[in-house]
């Protein structure tokens, strides 16, 4: 079993910077790959961003790629997910992720969700 707590969002402006946290308890963080999702109201959940077990080959959407950064220290069972120039169309509720599989862009290829934390971009 994996708890994942997400945290660090917030309202912001346009252009404007947010590092999100995630952070878990249980068993083995390091043998997970960990994803970030978002989901906007009245939209699915869409993948943003993914990261192998061992820090190595990120994965991006095309719609964040080039402004969010995403990393992780497994001394201390964290993900982040580092988000500039931030737009309104990023407003969503941002979910972290993990998987006992491989790394995935779909939400179905992972086992274990955080609550998730708002996130809202004002132009």
């Known amino acids: 079993q994996l708890q994942l707590v997400e945290s660090g969002g917030g309202l912001v402006q346009a252009g404007d910077s947010l590092r999100l946290s995630c952070a878990a308890s249980?068993?083995?963080?390091?043998?997970?790959?960990m994803g970030w999702f978002r989901q906007a109201p009245e939209k699915e959940r869409e993948f943003v961003a993914a990261?192998?077990?061992?820090?190595?080959?990120?994965y991006y959407a095309d719609s964040v790629k080039g402004r969010f950064t995403i990393s992780r220290d497994n001394s201390i069972n964290t993900v982040y997910l580092q988000m500039t120039t931030l737009k309104p169309e990023d407003t969503a509720v941002y979910y972290c992720?993990?998987?006992?599989?491989?790394?995935?862009?779909?939400?179905?290829?992972?086992?274990?969700w955080g609550q998730g934390t708002q996130v809202t971009v004002s132009s």
């Open positions: 992720a993990a998987s006992t599989g491989g790394v995935s862009y779909n939400q179905l290829g992972y086992d274990y």
């Open positions: 249980g068993r083995a963080f390091s043998t997970y790959n």
């Open positions: 990261m192998t077990y061992w820090g190595g080959s990120p």
